[in-house]
């Protein structure tokens, strides 16, 4: 098996982090020289009376900053080996669409493996939500391992 690169796309939502955690520990890390944190904060437009709103807006977003910065630099903790001997990256941006801020980092980082969590949610009730998950498996530049939540099979 050849050096590595992996991305891995941080989810705010405990429920997703936790079987990031769970596969983290499991992962042989010997392999890899770089891993890339990613976090992509959704930007809205809503309309007002007066004109559209976009939310977070520059300045909030630069506030919001220290602490997703913090964040993830936490979570790498919990994920990523002590053992793991190579380069930790942490990226924040925001987009209208994130999926695509993501394949556009995923290029720009020339990553060999995205590791992705899921909500695992199938049948009709994954009928009408196209998941973020599911666009990085068809849209990726690069392999996807999708992380799937505990009990699901």
């Known amino acids: ?36 944190l990613i976090h992509v904060v959704k930007k809205n437009v809503s309309p007002l009376e007066f004109g559209l709103v976009e ?11 220290p602490t997703l910065d913090q964040y993830l630099r936490d979570e790498a903790k919990k994920i990523i080996s002590s053992q793991f001997k190579g380069e930790i990256y942490y990226h924040l941006s925001r987009d209208f669409s994130p999926e695509e801020e993501m394949v556009s980092l995923l290029k720009k980082t020339n990553v060999n493996l995205l590791v992705v969590s899921t909500r695992g949610k199938h ?20 392999d996807v391992y999708v992380v799937r939540p505990h009990g699901k099979n």
Do not use: N, R, Y
Request: with cysteine; charged share 20%; proline share 6%.
């Open 123 to 142: 049948g009709f009730a994954g009928l009408f939500q196209s998941s973020f998950t599911d666009q990085m498996v068809k849209f990726s530049p690069c």
């Open 1 to 36: 098996m050849s050096l590595q690169k992996i991305a891995i796309a941080m989810p705010m939502e405990e429920k997703l982090v936790q079987p990031l955690h769970d596969w983290g520990q499991s992962f042989d890390w010997s392999q890899v020289t770089e891993v890339h």
């Open 55 to 65: 939310m977070p807006d520059e300045k909030t977003f630069q506030e919001m900053m």
